[in-house]
């Protein structure tokens, strides 16, 4: 399939959570959502092993039922965070104004979007989450396919997003979907689409000079 050309720099700077400019009325092709999933699986893992499965959902039924799960994560959420922490780069009015309505229009068109990928993560069973170790192997055996999966994605026209607000409801998806809850953690909910113009920049980012710290914090 046609990639954009885009050196490594520009794929790694240029790979924006894309809301707004999804193409919600052309298909994704299964051969380059296929090509991705190929891309992913030569990830690192945390656990030296692929303990990870993709769910492709097309069907237009059951992304509509997984975009309703998306919704209900974010009006009537079952946990309440504790805090959001601290956004080093909103003190942009216009910046944030941007950012509401580009989550809004996911909010209203989730269900519009072709393709909605979940990643998830295989377990013995769920206490392995209970710990910070088990949390950082865990996540660390999905994350970095999924961001491959993204990269992959991007360098051939097509745009995502890592949302979680269905993972309040994350039993009730798997129910959807046939997972197995006890033994298949979900991740994430990726909206995946063609996008409208291929034209990404880097987004704002705070200089490494606030972030690095060199031998100690």
């Known amino acids: 399939m046609t990639q954009l050309g885009l050196t490594t720099d520009e794929l790694l700077s240029t790979t924006r959570a894309v809301r707004r400019r999804l193409d919600l009325r052309r298909p994704v092709e299964r051969e380059l959502i296929e090509e991705c999933l190929e891309l992913a699986t030569q990830a690192p893992t945390g656990r030296n092993r692929q303990r990870w499965d993709f769910v492709i959902v097309t069907d237009p039924a059951r992304r509509a039922a997984l975009a309703g799960l998306y919704r209900l994560g974010l009006?009537?959420?079952r946990q309440r965070l504790a805090g959001t922490g601290v956004d080093r780069t909103a003190h942009d009015t216009a910046r944030r104004l941007r950012l509401a309505e580009s989550a809004q229009h996911l909010f209203d068109h989730l269900h519009e979007v072709p393709v909605l990928v979940v990643p998830c993560v295989r377990v013995e069973n769920r206490q392995e989450l209970g710990t910070p170790v088990g949390q950082?192997?865990?996540w660390g055996s999905i994350l970095p396919a999924v961001?491959?999966?993204?990269?992959?994605?991007?360098?051939?026209?097509?745009?995502t997003a890592w949302t979680t607000p269905h993972l309040h409801y994350e039993r009730e998806a798997a129910e959807l979907l046939g997972i197995p809850y006890d033994t298949a953690v979900q991740a994430a909910l990726i909206p995946l689409a063609h996008t409208v113009g291929t034209d990404f920049r880097p987004g704002?980012?705070?200089?490494?000079?606030?972030i690095a710290h060199w031998d100690a914090w």
């Open 136 to 138: 950082a192997n865990t």
């Open 147 to 159: 961001w491959q999966f993204m990269l992959a994605a991007r360098s051939r026209g097509l745009g």
């Open 75 to 77: 009006t009537s959420p």
């Open 204 to 210: 704002p980012r705070v200089g490494t000079e606030q």
